[in-house]
């Protein structure tokens, strides 16, 4: 390969680089947050009480939520299974953002943190997976 065709991809390559380390950021704090709130529903439940009870949620429930919560975000961190735990985890954030447009809360923080780690979620997903690029071509 000329010197020149090697210089001529290396931005390219840095741009591939840099998009890769942002996705994997993107994916880490959505996957922290999703182990962070199924830990605090499994061991904590008592912090998130209140919380529970205005969106209509018994807290006997949290024994069932916070594991689905950690299987959906290991699914997610899992590069093989990473496209399945993103449908499982939006899934999971819309019906958190479905709980809180029934209740009227339309805008509320916890709805506003569901919506950016579903756009952080598929956005991470976007830009360190090229077969997710391929399908979505946002960019030409």
Request: charged share 10%.
């Amino acid at each position: 390969m000329s010197k020149t065709m090697i210089l001529h991809q290396l931005p390219e390559t840095k741009a591939l680089h840099r998009a890769l380390w942002a996705g994997r950021i993107m994916s880490a704090i959505v996957v922290i947050a999703l182990v962070a709130d199924g830990f605090i529903q499994l061991f904590a439940p008592a912090q998130i009480a209140s919380m529970l009870q205005e969106t209509g949620f018994a807290m006997g429930l949290t024994h069932v939520v916070g594991p689905i919560i950690l299987a959906c975000a290991i699914l997610y961190a899992i590069p093989a299974t990473t496209v399945l735990g993103a449908i499982l985890v939006t899934g999971f954030l819309g019906g958190a953002i479905c709980a809180h447009v029934r209740i009227g809360e339309l805008g509320s923080p916890p709805e506003l943190i569901s919506l950016l780690l579903g756009a952080m979620t598929w956005g991470g997903l976007y830009l360190r997976d090229p077969r997710i690029r391929a399908i979505l071509p946002l960019i030409q």
